[in-house]
């Protein structure tokens, strides 16, 4: 099966007071190209520094201590000098966040931002450039695009914001488009756009979509394959469908349930306690102390990924013995 | 007897557009409002719809522009005036960020005890055993009095401040959007919590939220909010019969939902919501909704009962006869 993006043993820490804190630990996944790959999990999971460390984006002031191999079409890209992950940062991989304010400059016109990468990565002249980002902002449904391209950012909406986002992520046409929470700070009826949007242009142009989220019903409308993180570690991953009605972890089990908001009685259901910070995760399965269906064994040691259905994998030593009632 | 009566409320906003040019922004635009003792009325609705503005009239953090809020029948800015602390008594508030309303130098015991200080509900001597007891309810251990906020989850910094709205023994507690800022294992832990010292102590909430699904669970009665007016109304039923205005159909269909069928056509809204500046002529809701006619651009509809519900909608009743014919009949008794 090709592959466009391989990530193996991928772990990153921080260096921080008490050493270095572990934010993601022995990640190993792929992505094909056109597929949609959804990792969800709470805060603090990891989630974000999955994605960040892909292509090289991590800042460097944070210093982290990455190892692994994140292969991009065969190509290693942990440790790439940083000219030429530059370059290819625009016309491969493209990047939207939550905040967009965080990614739009605010003294910049709406026009200048999005015709910037055209022109250094696509060696496009201004009026090119110009005509360019038009079109992209029809692509990404931004009303009356002539006029935006004069606009600042304050002028717009949230909504809007986030597609001009969209719009810059794509305009070198990158194969792989990383989301990270891309509608977490919207409203459900402008993340309801932004979702179709971001779903019809990934058909047609073909790309791959590595979509974080912390929303399980956001997974089941977008993507094809899903990863849940628990505490810096993929703890199951498998084809949506299957993962969202026979799930093996316990946690993504009660993860399940909340996002369902499953209840009885006026009560919803709860998973006790609250995610261990990375200097406090307990030896073995870090989500033992929450888990009803834990045992001794559990805190033994950390459990083996291991095949649990149809391209389902599992972290978990008690992932066969059935559904809890 | 009802707890809480908000009667046309409208809070209006001066603002400065620069040049000298000012607007108002309509925050809260005639909202009627009924509570019960012990009983929830959640108000759902998207950000800027003026959920919090509403709240924040409520539970006397500000005053409204015209309108009346009761509270067990007398006058809430009357109450305020004649005796402040009896209304702070009544009427106690959780924000969605319980950091921002917490001073983080001082400790939990402090903070969760400052009623008991201020209203004078136990002797001096009992305070830190009445401290112990409120963290308790809420789920956290004895020594959480001695911690600073910093030390605290999300979680446990909302269980806090619920546990100080708690000290005094309110009839009625404001909840504005408690668990947004939550994960979703945590939400479910803190709406729990809210159930359960409903049913102990017998407190009304006005439980804010974007969240339909969410809010199904507790809520007793609904309001649907957009642009400062109340669309749809009514009690929980509401819920399993299905809502009959165009935006409070969009707000649930809108949600991603888990286990919904594959290539199920959902209608998305079209744009943004317009400015409370400028509200739009006619039904606010007129520029996005997929129903609109002619007259929905140029008259206004009242909020009126239909179908055992009240609905701001001039095609209301179309709506229903829509909904599923046969099940509609059968939860209505209409002909
Ligand atoms: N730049 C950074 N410096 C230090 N710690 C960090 C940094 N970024 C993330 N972390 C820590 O790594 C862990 C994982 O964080 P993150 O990847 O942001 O999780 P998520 O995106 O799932 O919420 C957290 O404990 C977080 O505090
Ligand atoms: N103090 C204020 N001054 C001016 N405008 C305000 C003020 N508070 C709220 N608004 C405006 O009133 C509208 C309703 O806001 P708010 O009540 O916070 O809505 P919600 O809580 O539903 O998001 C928004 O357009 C908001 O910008
Ligand atoms: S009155 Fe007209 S525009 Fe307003 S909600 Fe009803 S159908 Fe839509
Ligand atoms: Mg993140
Ligand atoms: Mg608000």
Redesign the interface.
């Known amino acids: 099966m090709t592959s466009l993006l391989t990530v193996k043993s991928l772990c990153v820490g921080f260096p921080g007071k008490r050493g270095v804190l572990p934010a993601v630990e022995d990640l190993d996944f792929h992505i094909a190209p056109g597929e949609t790959l959804a990792i969800v999990g709470?805060?603090g999971s990891g989630k974000s520094t999955a994605a960040l460390s892909i292509p090289g984006l991590l800042s460097r002031s944070s210093r982290p201590v990455v190892s692994g191999s994140v292969r991009f079409e065969g190509q290693e890209m942990l440790n790439m000098p940083d000219r030429k992950l530059a370059r290819m940062r625009g016309p491969d991989v493209g990047m939207i966040f939550q905040d967009p304010s965080t990614s739009l400059n605010p003294v910049f016109t709406i026009g200048r931002q999005i015709c910037e990468p055209l022109r250094t990565h696509m060696g496009l002249d201004a009026r090119a450039a110009e005509a360019r980002a038009i079109e992209l902002l029809e692509l990404v449904k931004v009303?009356a695009p002539e006029q935006r391209l004069a606009q600042y950012p304050h002028n717009l909406?949230?909504?809007?914001r986030q597609r001009v986002m969209i719009a810059i992520a794509l305009a070198c046409s990158p194969r792989l488009l990383i989301a990270d929470e891309p509608t977490t700070a919207l409203?459900?009826?402008?993340?309801?756009?932004v979702?179709?949007l971001i779903s019809g242009l990934q058909k047609s142009l073909g790309m791959a979509v590595l979509l974080i989220t912390?929303?399980?019903?956001?997974v089941?409308?977008t993507a094809d394959r899903v990863i849940v993180m628990y505490a810096g570690r993929k703890v199951e991953e498998g084809p949506v469908r299957r993962i969202?009605?026979q799930p093996s972890h316990p946690y993504t089990e009660?993860?399940?349930r909340?996002?369902?908001?499953e209840?009885r009685d006026?009560?919803?259901?709860?998973?006790?306690g609250?995610?261990p910070p990375p200097h406090q995760r307990p030896p073995g399965c870090a989500f033992e102390p929450r888990c009803a269906r834990a045992i001794a064994a559990c805190r033994a040691a950390v459990p083996a990924i291991r095949s649990t259905g149809p391209g389902q994998v599992a972290a978990c030593i008690r992932a066969e013995e059935g559904q809890p009632a | 007897m009802t707890l809480l009566k908000v009667h046309k409320l409208v809070r209006h906003f001066p603002v400065s557009r620069g040049f000298g040019s000012s607007a108002i922004v309509r925050a809260v635009d005639g909202v009627d409002l009924e509570i019960a003792p012990g009983e929830t009325l959640a108000i759902v609705g998207?950000?800027g719809c003026g959920k919090s503005s509403l709240a924040r009239c409520v539970a006397g953090l500000d005053t409204a522009t015209s309108g009346k809020v009761e509270v067990e029948g007398t006058d809430s800015a009357d109450m305020l005036t004649a005796d402040p602390m009896r209304f702070r008594r009544s009427i106690q508030m959780v924000f969605q960020d319980p950091y921002s309303s917490v001073n983080p130098r001082r400790r939990i015991g402090e903070i969760i005890g400052d009623g008991l200080r201020l209203h004078k509900l136990v002797p001096r001597a009992q305070r830190a055993e009445r401290v112990r007891e409120l963290l308790e309810q809420v789920g956290l251990a004895a020594d959480y009095a001695d911690r600073y906020p910093h030390e605290l989850?999300g979680?446990?910094r909302q269980r806090v401040s619920i546990a100080r709205a708690l000290a005094v023994n309110p009839r009625l507690i404001v909840c504005d959007e408690p668990v947004s800022a939550l994960?979703?294992?945590?939400?479910?832990?803190v709406?729990?919590l809210l159930?359960?010292l409903q049913r102990d102590h017998g407190v009304a909430y006005l439980f804010i939220s974007?969240d339909l699904?969410?809010v199904?669970?507790?809520a007793h009665k609904v309001a649907v909010m957009y642009l400062g007016q109340v669309v749809e109304s009514g009690d929980a039923a509401i819920f399993d019969q299905g809502f009959l205005h165009p935006y409070a159909q969009?707000?649930f269909d809108?949600?991603?939902?888990?286990?919904?069928p594959e290539g199920e056509e959902?209608e998305?809204?079209?744009?943004?919501?317009p400015s409370p500046i400028s509200p739009p002529s006619g039904c606010r809701f007129h520029t996005r909704c997929p129903q609109t006619i002619d007259r929905c651009k140029v008259e206004a509809p009242d909020l009126r009962p239909v179908a055992g519900r009240d609905v701001r909608c001039h095609r209301a009743e179309e709506m229903l006869a829509r909904m599923m014919p046969p099940q509609a009949e059968a939860a209505f008794g209409t002909g």
């Open positions: 709470e805060s009303s909406s949230g909504g809007m409203d459900v009826t402008v993340q309801a756009q979702l179709r912390h929303d399980l019903g956001v089941w409308e969202l009605s009660g993860l399940l909340a996002a369902r908001k209840g006026g009560f919803l259901t709860e998973i006790p609250v995610v | 998207e950000s989850s979680g446990q994960d979703v294992s945590v939400q479910a832990q709406m729990n159930v359960r974007h699904a969410l199904r669970h507790i969009s707000l809108a949600a991603p939902r888990i286990g919904r959902v998305l809204l079209e744009g943004d919501v």
